[in-house]
T-cell receptor, first 113, second 115 residues
């Protein structure tokens, strides 16, 4: 069965510092990996995805993520955090024969000024 | 930029009542989805819909649930007889008619409260 783990409920980082939000997955076959962000009282906004090719994927708002097949991870990163990045971040996975997204439990990112 | 819209933003209902949640997907999209998020829990897939048929559904999507595309723009989720445990945020999503790897775009959600 497919699953996604986000081991940290919350990540705290100072503005201007680099941030990492962790995600590991379990899926048979090749995974398709996604990051979404949820701001308060808003829906899920797409940030980036990995389908195939270059392991480093760049997305919206300066975010990037690195696919690591050996560690089955897809961590979200940003070189310099902004207070406005504070939100709930969800990692999701699907695979080749379905477009059903399986989500992780979410990680709350708090960026302090 | 086109967006998925959902109405109402918040629906309060009594247990046992029927509710219909409405979504307007992005206009050129062909695949439609419902997900739900119980407070404090992960987002869960309910159903996918393509070419006027359900293409996939989860175990959660039992006979109490149904989906419909009644016209060219709306996509609805009906819960026939609501239960307390149906209280959740319900998200609609849509994507183009391309491969499974196409991005799903989500609406802002409808918060359903069952009393």
């Amino acid at each position: 069965a497919q699953s996604v783990a986000q081991p940290e409920d919350q990540v705290n980082v100072a503005e201007g510092n680099p941030l990492t939000v962790k995600c590991t997955y379990s899926v048979s076959g090749n995974p398709y990996l996604f990051w979404y962000v949820q701001y308060p009282n808003r829906g899920l906004q797409f940030l980036l995805k990995y389908i195939t090719g270059d392991n480093l994927v760049k997305g919206s708002y300066g975010f990037e993520a690195e696919f690591n097949k050996s560690q089955t991870s897809f961590h979200l990163k940003k070189p310099s955090a902004l207070v406005s990045d504070s939100a709930l971040y969800f990692c999701a996975v699907s695979r080749h024969n379905t477009d059903k997204l399986i989500f992780g439990t979410g990680t709350r990112l708090q960026v302090f000024p | 930029e086109p967006e998925v819209t959902q109405t109402p933003s918040h629906q309060v209902t009594q247990m046992g009542q029927e509710v219909i949640l409405r979504c307007v997907p992005i206009s050129n999209h062909l695949y439609f989805y419902w997900y739900r998020q119980i407070l404090g829990q992960k987002v869960e897939f309910l159903v996918s819909f393509y070419n006027n048929e359900i293409s996939e559904k989860s175990e959660i999507f039992d006979d109490q649930f149904s989906v419909e595309r009644p016209d060219g723009s709306n996509f609805t989720l009906k819960i026939r007889s609501t239960k307390l445990e149906d209280s959740a945020m319900y998200f609609c999503a849509s994507r183009t008619g391309g491969p499974f790897t196409d991005t799903q775009y989500f609406g802002p959600g409808t918060r359903l409260t069952v009393l």
